[in-house]
C-alpha cells in the first residue's frame, strides 16, 4: 500500500494543473504496474485549482480516495504550526481521515 499525496511544493512550483496530474497519474501508474494498492489523497490548492481533478483520477485509476485531507485544518490556528502545516493535533486528523480510508485494506 502506497499513500500518494501531490503536495504544497507542487503548488508553489506554479506547474500547470494538466501537468500536475499528467505528472500524478504517472507515479499512480508506476506505483500500480509494481503492484501495490495506491491510496490517493486529495487537497485543495489556496484557489481551488485542483478541485474534482483528484477525484476524477482516482475514479479512473481504481485508488481508494481521501478528499481535502486538510479540509478546516489551516483554516484552523489551534492546528497549524505556520500558515502552510498541520501542527500535532492537525497532523493527528490527518491520520485520522487516510486512516479511515486505509482500514479496509489492512488487517
Known sequence: ?????LGGNDYIR??????????????VARIQQK???VILVG?????????????DLARR??????????????SNESLRADPLHPN????EIVADRIGAV??????
Open 1 to 5: 500500500i502506497v499513500i500518494v499525496l
Open 14 to 27: 506554479r506547474f500547470s494543473v494538466d501537468e500536475a496530474f499528467e505528472n500524478l497519474d504517472r507515479i
Open 35 to 37: 503492484g501495490a494498492l
Open 43 to 55: 487537497m485543495q490548492s489556496p484557489l481551488g485549482r485542483y478541485e474534482g481533478r483528484y477525484r
Open 61 to 74: 485509476r481504481g485508488c481508494p480516495y481521501v478528499p481535502d485531507v486538510l479540509d478546516g485544518i489551516l
Open 88 to 91: 500535532n493535533a492537525g497532523y
Open 102 to 107: 486505509l482500514a479496509p485494506y489492512v488487517r
